[in-house]
Structure formats: structure tokens, C-alpha cells
């Protein structure tokens, strides 16, 4: 592998801006960084960040190759480009990039020359770009400032939100290398637990092998699965619908179980996946992987339909919270941020975690993480509080081509309990006035949460439940009797915290109670003139409509007048 990270010359389209970049990054960090343009959290500075949310990008990355690979595949891999770009090497374009959570690959065998080469990136406006097409389909329904951000796939939040700043980035957020290798790779493999009979587990394994060009010899591939550094079998692969893969199953003696934090131990085994081509070794793959059951237990009951997690056979109490990105520049986290947060997590006592549907599909090594400290995760789709197009034949098709790439990439970390459709748009179908739109009977993106993604689920991965929206059940979506409720009448409709104690939902998936963040982020972001509690800086950073006149009724409920 030749990584391409690190220094890149940036441009903007207006000539404005022109210096030395970072891969991973995004434009708006490196520009807070150079002091280029000034920090967006401090003050009222996030103003200038909308300046640049007009502007198209260009990256150019000059590399040298003493040798040329002579493997049968050389492919440039993008981890993740934010949002919208062609690309080129040496002149010739390899292709574009239309969403901000896959990955993409380009065959570049033939482009790639010994000496000199250079890699452009073309990045588009991330509201320009979205406002054309809004112009072109007409406008849909979408809570908070950026009405046409429904029709990019990007993270929503970066549009602003109750919680947060809006701060549309731009950028090439994930690595960038070439990889050679030899006839074909692996990609997606897993394996998972199926059923359990004292201490004997029937464990399938499964994955795919893309690139492989003489399908007339594929039996000459197979697929060689270790446990522990233990060889346990070779597999065949089969070939099905323009994809070849392999799946089976093989029992495993004596199998320690990975329970919730709480219930028991994070035991994970390691599995190597070997590809072999005439019983050569030609690519592999190595994951820690624990071994569980997990279900969705949903039964009558006097109050309703329970919506209760049972894993390996022992029902869980969930308790935990909803994790949103943890910085709007996503490349300012650092890994020992996830490392402080989800410890954090852990000692608090908390076994799951939901990854909200307006964020990102989180990094390798949160989910990690999470595989060893015993945090469930309840994994949304990337689908946040609108009417999605998927009427529109091209985005219902990149819709599902996410939800499947997602499902493969990540179906393999045991914390994910759950696949999740969307945050909240089914509730919005039901209460939420902006979201009436209908195509052919049903409302805008419903083919996508009710049809196609638990589909795809179920083809991809059976080891998990699949859930169509945060919140869903019974006669509403946002039902107290049956499924995941949110509760936002507690500080959203004002009410106070003491509320909580009248509620009875069955599963409670989102609710919150805003306070004041910690004095050093206030000294942060605020001079000691600004820090008055309806100071314009202060104001700027309560992104909740009236956040501070709720604050200040709750301290007076409870504590008395303010003097």
C-alpha cells in the first residue's frame, strides 16, 4: 500500500484562498489552523465559515514511484471524500464521488506512470450543488435552515442543528492510498453466531470477493477461515447476481460469549480470512470478533407490545445515550478523544449507545471500542428529520447503495445490535407539518425505511434486528404502548425534568435537559465581558430556540430567583 495522506496543495474556485493542506482533512480545519480564517467556535466567528460554503475546491497531490507495481490490480481507494468531486490522475478522469460515507475505488493500472504523477480532486459546493437540484425537483420537507440538504448525501448536522453550529465543510475526511494486489481481494467478511447447544456454537462466516475477472476458474479460489490461529475450514466460493462470495457455517466447541457491559465478559476471538488462488495465498483479512445472539423481543402485554433487547438468551436493561459526532470538523477528533468518551461511557454504567441519524457512520475505532467495553450500539442510518427523494430513481439507488456498503463494512462488530432506518421522520410523517409530500400513496423516503433497507439488511446481515425509525410502534410512531419513544416534552415543550417520572414508554431512545457546558468551554469561546447569560456570543451558542429563558425558568423552578 503507498498511503497519499498528508500535505496537499488546496485552491478555492474565487482565487481567494491558495496553501498546503492536510489529507485527512477538511478545508475549514486547515484553514482555523493557519489562521487563515478565525476559529468558528469563539465568538461570533462562525459567520465567516458561511462565506465559504459557496466556494468549490480543488486538491492536488504530486507523488514519485521509483518502480511500478506489477500486481494484477492497482487501485486508488478514497475512504471518504466530503461530498462531491471528480477526480483525476495524470490528466485522464477516473471518475466522481457523490456520497460522503462510502468508500470509492478506481482501477488505475494503466494511468499510474514510474516518476512524476499527479491526483486532482475536484470538490463542489455543498450547498450550491444541493440548491441546483432543489431548484430542478422542487422543495421538500426538511426541519432547520437548509431546506435542500435532503438531496446530499452528507452528514445534515453540518447544516446546523438545535445542538450545534452550521458548518458545511468540504474536504478529503478519510485516507487515500494505492493498493496492488494480486487476482482478486476480500472484502465484507464476518462471521456470527446462529444458534447455541451446550457450549457448541454453529458459527457462519461470510464475505465477498470483488475484482475477480475468469469466472469460468472459480474453482480454483477459496476461502480459508482460522479462529484463534486455529484453521477451522476452506470454503468454495459461489458466485450470485455479478458478485462472487463465500458463506457457510462450521461448529465451534467450547465458545465463550460476548455479553453487554454488566452482564458478563467482551470475549473476542480473532478470525483471519485468507483468500487463496491454487492454494496460494492472495489477500487476507484479520478481525476481533465476538460471539453472541442478540433479539428483539416484541410481545403483548397489558400496557402494549414490549420493545425489550435480550442478547444471548438474557434480557438487557439498556441504559445510555445518543451519540452525535463529537466535533463538527470531524478530523479535529483525535483517537484518544473516542478513547476518554467511550471509557467514560463505560464507567457510568452504560451499555449502549445510539448513533444518531444525522451524524456519520462512525470511525473503525469507535466500533472497536465498543466490541471491547461492551457498548450495544444502535446503529441509524444516515436519513435525519426530512422528506427524502426517493422518488428520484438515481437517489433511492444511492440511498441502497449505502445502506448496503455500511451493512457490509461494519456488520462485523458484535456491539451493533441493531439497524436503525432514520431519526425521527416517521414521527415528523405523523405530527410534523413541513413533511405531508406524497409520490404514488406514500410519503418521501418510506420506500427506502419500509421496503428497501430491511431488505437489504436482511440479505446482508441476520444476525441483527432491523427497526425503521427512532422512534416507531404502535398507532403513531412516537407511541408510548409500542416501540422506541422520544421524549421532548421534557425541556423542548418546557416541561420539567420531573416529568420524566409520568412517562411510560416502553423503550427510551432519545430525550434530553440542556445546562450550561463547563466554565472553561464559556472561557473558551466567550471574553469575561460576553459571558452574560443573553450576551449575543452567549445567545449564538444555545442553538435551542429560547435555550436560555429555559435554563433560567428551571434554575428559578428549583432554585430560586437569580439576583
Not at 484562498?17 to 493557519?34: E, H, R
Not at 470509492?104 to 506512470?113: A, E, N, T
Not at 437548509?146 to 465543510?169: H, N
Not at 467495553?373 to 446503529?379: D, N, T
Amino acid at each position: 500500500m503507498i498511503s497519499l495522506d498528508g500535505e496537499w496543495e488546496i485552491s478555492d474556485d474565487e482565487g481567494e484562498f491558495t496553501f498546503t493542506g492536510n489529507v485527512p482533512g477538511t478545508i475549514q480545519g486547515d484553514l482555523v489552523s493557519q489562521k487563515l480564517v478565525p476559529h468558528p467556535y469563539i465568538g461570533l466567528n462562525e459567520r465567516y465559515m458561511r462565506d465559504l460554503e459557496s466556494k468549490s475546491w480543488v486538491y492536488i497531490k504530486d507523488f514519485k514511484l521509483d518502480s511500478l507495481s506489477i500486481e494484477e490490480n492497482v487501485e486508488l481507494v478514497f475512504e471518504g471524500i466530503d461530498t462531491l468531486s471528480d477526480i483525476y490522475l495524470n490528466s485522464r478522469c477516473l471518475g466522481n464521488t457523490d456520497n460522503m460515507f462510502l468508500e470509492y475505488r478506481f482501477d488505475i493500472k494503466d494511468i499510474l506512470k514510474k516518476g512524476k504523477n499527479i491526483l486532482k480532486v475536484n470538490i463542489k459546493s455543498p450547498v450550491k450543488e444541493p440548491r441546483a437540484l432543489e431548484r430542478k425537483y422542487g422543495k421538500i420537507g426538511s426541519t432547520h435552515e437548509e431546506s435542500a440538504r435532503p438531496y446530499i448525501r452528507k452528514a445534515q448536522y453540518s447544516y446546523g442543528w438545535d445542538w450545534g453550529t452550521r458548518l458545511v465543510t468540504s474536504g478529503i475526511w478519510r485516507s487515500v492510498y494505492i493498493e496492488s494486489y494480486k487476482k482478486a481481494r476480500l472484502t465484507g467478511c464476518t462471521a456470527y453466531l446462529e444458534e447455541i447447544h451446550n457450549k457448541e456454537g454453529i458459527i457462519r462466516v461470510s464475505g465477498y470477493i470483488a475484482s475477480i475477472v475468469d469466472l469460468d476458474n472459480l474453482e480454483n479460489y477459496k476461502v480459508e477461515v482460522k479462529v484463534n490461529d486455529r484453521p477451522v475450514l476452506e470454503f468454495l466460493l459461489k458466485h450470485r447476481g455479478g458478485e462472487s462470495y463465500f458463506d457457510a457455517t462450521f461448529t465451534l466447541r467450547d465458545i465463550q460469549l460476548w455479553f453487554p457491559n454488566g452482564l458478563g465478559e467482551q470475549y473476542l476471538y480473532s478470525f483471519e480470512f485468507k483468500l487463496k488462488y491454487k492454494d496460494i495465498e492472495i489477500y487476507k483479512e484479520k478481525k476481533k470478533i465476538g460471539l453472541r445472539t442478540v433479539e428483539l423481543i416484541r410481545k403483548q402485554d397489558s400496557e402494549g407490545e414490549t420493545f425489550i433487547f435480550a442478547v444471548n438468551g438474557k434480557q438487557v436493561f439498556a441504559k445510555g445515550a445518543n451519540w452525535i459526532p463529537a466535533d463538527n470538523i470531524l478530523t479535529w477528533i483525535k483517537s484518544e478523544d473516542y478513547e476518554k468518551l467511550l471509557y467514560m461511557a463505560r464507567e457510568a454504567n452504560m451499555n449502549m449507545l445510539r448513533i444518531w441519524g444525522g451524524g456519520i457512520y462512525e470511525d473503525e475505532q469507535f466500533y472497536n471500542l465498543c466490541d471491547k467495553l461492551g457498548i450495544m450500539v444502535w446503529q441509524d442510518f444516515m436519513f435525519a428529520c426530512a422528506e427524502y427523494p426517493d422518488h428520484l430513481e438515481w437517489f433511492r439507488n444511492l440511498s441502497n447503495k449505502e445502506v448496503r456498503e455500511i451493512v457490509r463494512k461494519l456488520r462485523y462488530h458484535t456491539s451493533i445490535v441493531l439497524w436503525c432506518g432514520n431519526n425521527e421522520i416517521n414521527w415528523g410523517f405523523d405530527e410534523w407539518p413541513m413533511m405531508t409530500h406524497k409520490v404514488d400513496g406514500e410519503y418521501l423516503g418510506n420506500k427506502l425505511y419500509l421496503h428497501d433497507f430491511p431488505m437489504i439488511c436482511a440479505q446482508e446481515d441476520p444476525s441483527r434486528p432491523y427497526w425503521p425509525s427512532s422512534p416507531y410502534g404502535g398507532d403513531k410512531a412516537n407511541s408510548t404502548s409500542s416501540g422506541d419513544y422520544h421524549i421532548w416534552n421534557v425541556w423542548s415543550a418546557w416541561a420539567d425534568y420531573k416529568v420524566y417520572a409520568k412517562e411510560n414508554g416502553r423503550f427510551i431512545s432519545e430525550f434530553g435537559f440542556q445546562s450550561a457546558p463547563d466554565p472553561k468551554t464559556i472561557n473558551f469561546y466567550a471574553k469575561k465581558e460576553e459571558q452574560e447569560i443573553f450576551h449575543p456570543v452567549i445567545l449564538n451558542h444555545n442553538k435551542q430556540k429560547e435555550g436560555q429563558e429555559r435554563i433560567l425558568r428551571f434554575i428559578n423552578t428549583h432554585f430560586g430567583i437569580i439576583t
